[in-house]
């Protein structure tokens, strides 16, 4: 079951967000060759043509059966596209889902452009899908995407040890954080919108 439909378009005066397609991979495949660093951490290595290409084939996959739902992300100050996010791992039944497989060009990176996105994704999360928990995950060693998910709000659940088989074939350490319905409406959406503000 597609909790999201194809067409769902997420934006604001920075950032817009739309369904990734096999249209896409002219726009990321320069990402896949020109910057392979961008997937240092990743479990899912999309560097080169071939990573791209299987990289954009799992995601409309996983689309196909319900679990995710990729995105693309079109820089609009910049005037270009920057990366892609994704919704995976949705369960319906228990209202929770992640929120990652993220990467942004270098030149978008530090930019802002990332707390824009995070904002209507989770606003449409809490608000429209109306989730009760959203998680987010990545490598323990990735100190600027565990940086960069605090900054919005997140909260540190823990550690899950030696839980991934990496690409290179070693063991990668997660970290869990999370952020709550409550804690959205609480105070999360408050400060983030606030930072984007002190952006403009």
């Known amino acids: 079951m597609k909790l999201i439909p194809a067409n769902i378009e997420l934006e604001n005066e920075r950032v817009r967000l739309r369904m990734l397609d096999n249209n896409d991979s002219g726009v990321l495949l320069r990402f896949a060759m020109d910057e392979p660093e961008l997937w240092k951490y990743s479990l899912q290595n999309a560097a080169g043509e071939q990573g791209m290409i299987t990289y954009l084939d799992k995601a409309l996959s996983d689309f196909e059966t319900g679990t995710s739902f990729p995105f693309i992300v079109y820089d609009k100050r910049k005037g270009a596209y920057a990366g892609s996010t994704r919704f995976y791992d949705i369960n319906i039944e228990n209202k929770t889902l992640q929120l990652g497989y993220t990467w942004y060009g270098t030149k978008f990176q530090g930019t802002g452009l990332n707390k824009n996105c995070k904002f209507l994704l989770l606003e449409y999360a809490f608000e429209i899908l109306q989730m009760e928990r959203v998680e987010f995950r990545a490598d323990a060693m990735n100190s600027c995407s565990i940086a960069a998910m605090k900054s919005i ?48």
């Not at 839980?163 to 804690?183: A, M, Q, T, V, Y």
């Open 153 to 200: 709000g997140c909260q540190v659940e823990g550690i899950l040890r030696r839980h991934f088989i990496k690409p290179d074939g070693s063991r990668r350490d997660s970290i869990i954080l999370s952020i709550l319905k409550p804690e959205w409406h609480g105070t999360v959406k408050e400060n983030l919108s606030r930072q984007i503000e002190n952006l403009l």
